[in-house]
């Protein structure tokens, strides 16, 4: 029996997963997201287009394939009605191939506004929120009072939907001075709903079963990275789902014995959008020089993000919560004109060396690094690792050594045929 394999990001999300999400669904009949919401922004690159998904899984452009939409998704109708909108208008068919899982929660526009209300109260202390909602909405999932997919199929969705929103107003009022109108959204919140309707709506823990049973191949894709977790990231600038390959099993109703290979991916530096610890951060030009270089602005926000250098104690702590099988590098190339390369392989704190990702992991923790030499010439054009310069190939080994996971598959650019499968 196929198990379902498991692509997800190492680091602090940004890390390339549409775009190898996009190479590997050739092997896989199904595609589903598992968790978060539409502050993911999945970029995918080929015949001289580019395409950004927010909700939908990264599968949607091969034919033949199968894209879930799962239960530990959060849904925001305005958004998933303009993405569907911009692949329809591609001449692409989705009726056929997207499904939507009644158990997932919706956004509604009074969330985005108690996300907006919450983060502008926090003042210094700020988050770093995309400001989607996301955030309250994971929250009346736990407090039990959200609404989910499945409800707009009920006549009493509509009150159902002003019982919500009328909580939601008694929450904004407590905030002093905090002025909103949703009305406009509201509209298109509404319309979108009614694009919903368009798609299977499906009790997805039973389909992506029989799929299972049926062996048929499945890949669950992440959003965001193993950093941002609500339990293991670095709290609270964290997002509000399970990123890690445990989320697989609560957000597609799964069970562990189910897993297959665990695809983990990670550049080949660090980036992180927002706030939030980031012990190899750089604050010189060497930081510069890779947020040029590497087009490092959020494929949804627009912000500019963080740089730094490799970081394996946090890598290792990644791969050992997730059980990564394989991994996957994205984004060498971006060093490809650096005379030194450095990776973090230990922290310093209060005179101390640590192994291990600490739990306050603030500004006075201290990355002990190693030096590589760089390989100083354009890898873009490589297609095998033997064509790899001598420079290149020791510090892929020395990840390999240290995470004891092979690297198995090395971006050297966004197209889809700059992509080496060892």
Same mark, same amino acid.
């Given at each position: 029996?196929?198990?379902?394999?498991?692509?997800?990001?190492?680091?602090?999300?940004?890390?390339?997963?549409?775009? !190898?999400?996009?190479?590997?669904?050739?092997?896989?009949? !199904?595609?589903?997201?598992?968790?978060?919401?539409?502050?993911?922004?999945?970029?995918?690159?080929?015949?001289?287009?580019?395409?950004?998904?927010?909700?939908?899984?990264?599968?949607?452009?091969?034919?033949?394939?199968?894209?879930?939409?799962?239960?530990?998704?959060?849904?925001?109708?305005?958004?998933?009605?303009?993405?569907? $909108?911009?692949?329809?208008?591609?001449?692409?068919?989705?009726?056929?191939?997207?499904?939507?899982?009644?158990?997932?929660?919706?956004?509604?526009?009074?969330?985005?506004?108690?996300?907006?209300?919450?983060?502008?109260?926090?003042?210094? +202390?700020?988050?770093?929120?995309?400001?989607?909602?996301?955030?309250?909405?994971?929250?009346?999932?736990?407090?039990?009072?959200?609404?989910?997919?499945?409800?707009?199929?009920?006549?009493?969705?509509?009150?159902?939907?002003?019982?919500?929103?009328?909580?939601?107003?008694?929450?904004?009022?407590?905030?002093?001075?905090?002025?909103?109108?949703?009305?406009?959204?509201?509209?298109?919140?509404?319309?979108?709903?009614?694009?919903?309707?368009?798609?299977?709506?499906?009790?997805?823990?039973?389909?992506?079963?029989?799929?299972?049973? $049926?062996?048929?191949?499945?890949?669950?894709?992440?959003?965001?990275?193993?950093?941002?977790?609500?339990?293991?990231?670095?709290?609270?600038?964290?997002?509000?789902?399970?990123?890690?390959?445990?989320?697989?099993?609560?957000?597609?109703?799964?069970?562990? +014995?189910?897993?297959?290979?665990?695809?983990?991916?990670?550049?080949?530096?660090?980036?992180?959008?927002?706030?939030?610890?980031?012990?190899?951060?750089?604050?010189?030009?060497?930081?510069?020089?890779?947020?040029?270089?590497?087009?490092?602005?959020? $494929?949804?926000?627009?912000?500019?993000?963080?740089?730094?250098?490799?970081?394996?104690?946090?890598?290792?702590?990644?791969?050992?919560?997730?059980?990564? +099988?394989?991994?996957?590098?994205?984004?060498?190339?971006?060093?490809?004109?650096?005379?030194?390369?450095?990776?973090?392989?230990?922290?310093?704190?209060?005179?101390?060396?640590? @192994?291990?990702?600490?739990?306050?992991?603030?500004? @006075?923790?201290?990355?002990?690094?190693?030096?590589?030499?760089?390989?100083?010439?354009?890898?873009?054009?490589?297609?095998?690792?033997?064509?790899?310069?001598?420079?290149?190939?020791?510090?892929?080994?020395?990840?390999?050594?240290?995470?004891?996971?092979?690297?198995?598959?090395?971006?050297?650019?966004?197209?889809?045929?700059? +992509?080496?499968?060892?």
């Amino acid at each position: 029996m196929k198990k379902v394999d498991v692509v997800l990001g190492l680091q602090w999300g940004d890390e390339g997963k549409g775009k !190898v999400v996009d190479v590997l669904t050739p092997n896989y009949k !199904v595609i589903a997201r598992f968790q978060g919401g539409p502050n993911a922004g999945h970029s995918i690159h080929f015949a001289g287009k580019s395409f950004v998904l927010h909700t939908v899984p990264s599968g949607i452009f091969r034919d033949g394939s199968v894209n879930i939409i799962g239960n530990g998704v959060v849904v925001d109708p305005v958004i998933l009605a303009d993405e569907i $909108a911009q692949i329809e208008a591609m001449g692409i068919d989705l009726t056929s191939k997207l499904f939507l899982s009644k158990k997932a929660h919706l956004i509604l526009p009074t969330h985005r506004m108690l996300d907006a209300a919450s983060e502008a109260a926090k003042g210094k +202390t700020k988050i770093g929120s995309t400001l989607k909602g996301i955030g309250p909405t994971y929250m009346d999932k736990t407090g039990r009072n959200g609404l989910r997919i499945g409800d707009i199929l009920s006549p009493e969705f509509k009150e159902r939907y002003e019982r919500l929103k009328s909580k939601h107003a008694e929450m904004l009022a407590q905030y002093e001075g905090f002025e909103y109108d949703v009305t406009e959204y509201e509209q298109k919140w509404f319309e979108g709903i009614e694009s919903l309707r368009r798609f299977p709506l499906i009790e997805s823990e039973y389909e992506v079963n029989k799929f299972i049973a $049926a062996d048929e191949a499945i890949l669950a894709e992440g959003a965001q990275g193993s950093m941002l977790d609500i339990d293991f990231g670095t709290y609270p600038y964290v997002t509000s789902s399970n990123t890690l390959c445990a989320g697989v099993c609560t957000g597609l109703g799964v069970a562990p +014995t189910r897993i297959g290979e665990v695809y983990g991916i990670f550049k080949a530096y660090c980036t992180r959008v927002g706030s939030g610890p980031f012990p190899t951060e750089l604050f010189d030009e060497v930081g510069e020089k890779l947020r040029a270089v590497g087009h490092e602005f959020g $494929a949804t926000t627009g912000r500019p993000r963080r740089c730094g250098w490799l970081d394996l104690v946090a890598l290792k702590y990644a791969v050992m919560m997730n059980g990564v +099988t394989g991994l996957i590098m994205m984004k060498a190339d971006v060093m490809n004109d650096f005379e030194t390369i450095k990776i973090a392989t230990a922290y310093e704190l209060n005179g101390e060396q640590l @192994d291990y990702f600490p739990f306050e992991a603030a500004d @006075d923790v201290k990355p002990v690094y190693r030096e590589f030499k760089g390989w100083n010439c354009d890898i873009c054009k490589v297609r095998t690792w033997e064509d790899f310069p001598v420079e290149f190939r020791e510090y892929v080994e020395f990840i390999e050594q240290e995470t004891g996971v092979p690297v198995k598959i090395i971006s050297v650019g966004p197209d889809r045929e700059e +992509t080496i499968v060892r």
